[in-house]
Every structure is written in C-alpha cells, then in structure tokens.
C-alpha cells in the first residue's frame, strides 16, 4: 500500500508528548487563510520554480512537492527512532494536510505502529466522514483535535467549509472515549475575540470529558511560502497575537478546570 506525504519532521516536539517523528501527509479539505503549510492543500505531487541566494545570487531551482511512499518504507522510517521514542515517551504523529484525506492508508499506518508498540498521534481538522474516525479510532493513541471558529458561517469564511462535521465528530470521539487534546490556534482578529472564545468553551464544556486545551499563537512563519510556491495568500494582514491576548485565551479555559498549554 502507498500513500502521499510531503515532509517527515524528525525530533519534533510540539506534535504530541515526547519526542516524536511529524509524517506530513499531502491533500486537505480545508483552505485556512493562514494555513503553515499550504503545499499541503493538493494531493498532487507537484514541481514548483524556487529562487535561492547563492553568492549574492538569485539561483532558479526546481522543487519536488510530495512523494509517493509505501507502508513498509514508512514504518521502516519511522522505526529509525524506536530509541527515542521509548526514552522520551514519544511517538508517531500524522499530520498533514489531513491525514484522513488518506483513511485506507492512515489506518494501515496506524495499525503497523500497534503491532510495534510505538505510540500514534492523529493531527486532524475533523473534516472527514464518520465513519472514517471509527476505522481508525481503536488504532490511535490520542487525537489532536482543532477548533478553529464556533461559529459555522465565519468558518466557512476563513476555511472553505463548515463546522458541522467538524463538531459530530468531535462529539464521536468523545462519546467513544477516545483520548483527545483540543488544539485552537489564536487568529487576530478571526477567533481571538472574548464572545468567540467563551462560544468555543461553551463547545467543550457540553462535552463528557473535560480534554487539555493547546493555545496555537498565530505567527506568519508560513507566509513566506505562498511566494516561494507561486500561491495566491488571501488572509488580510494581521498581526501575531500579543501576549496579553493569548494570556486572556489561557485564562478562560483555565477558570473552568482545563489544562491549557501554549504551543501545544
């Protein structure tokens, strides 16, 4: 079986606990507006012109945007790192892009890393059908779940689709007792504002489980590839959240029992 990824980040830290291998898959229903990884959005292997300063020197290069790979070079990659998983507590997670843009794949992925006892993280936007989630759920660790915006129709703004799945699925996993972190990211302007934080807590707190909370601050660190691959960027300039803004964030999950984290 082969899938299609487009990065694998070894050593990462903030994508589950411990230290951890990030398999970046390729395809994403959702088109945030300030997306970090926008080569994601397309499933297609792509080569994209880029310019690089050699000497002084604007150099043309060609770049390869994903790649086919196969389960048994995967997991073999991933397994280069057993040591530091088992040492760190660590693990495998998948991200993207969606991973569940790939749900044949991702399960197969998933059930290999049970059957060699490494730990597996799913990082999704929730975007899929349902039945997709009760496939791969009694192979997967913990779900890092995103919340984007409560409200549908500013979601859809911001996105390109809806919440509505989004939130039956959250519901699922909860109902199924899936282990979950909540992950926000922190848009000025888009989901920072007090009414939009307490609706969004408001989403949790009808909830079964009460499940940590991750504070993603928004930083432009992935703009610069809208240039570098020749894509459109349509978020409006905004600037990264202060410090105080993400403290008041912190603060209201925190007063009503959640563990909150900032950075994930």
Known sequence: MEGVIFDIKRMALHDGPGIRQTVFFKGCPLHCLWCHNPESRSMEIVQVETEEKIGGELVKKKQTIGK?????????????DRLIYEESHGGVTFS???????????????????????????????HTPSENLLKIHPFTDLFLYDLKHPNSEIHRKYTGVGNEIILHNLQLLDDLGADIRIRIPLIPTVNDSESTLHASLQILLELKHRYPVDILPYHKIGQHKYARFGLPSHLPPVEEPSAESIN?????????????????
Do not use: W
Request: net charge neutral.
């Open 68 to 80: 086919r790979i196969s389960d048994q070079d995967l997991i073999t990659e991933i397994l280069r």
């Open 96 to 126: 993207g892009g969606e991973p569940m843009m790939q749900a044949d794949f991702l399960l197969h992925m998933l059930q290999l890393c049970r059957k060699n006892e490494i730990h597996s993280c799913v990082d999704t936007t929730g």
């Open 248 to 264: 008041r964030a912190k603060f209201i999950f925190e007063k009503h029992g959640y563990k909150v984290t900032i950075g994930g």
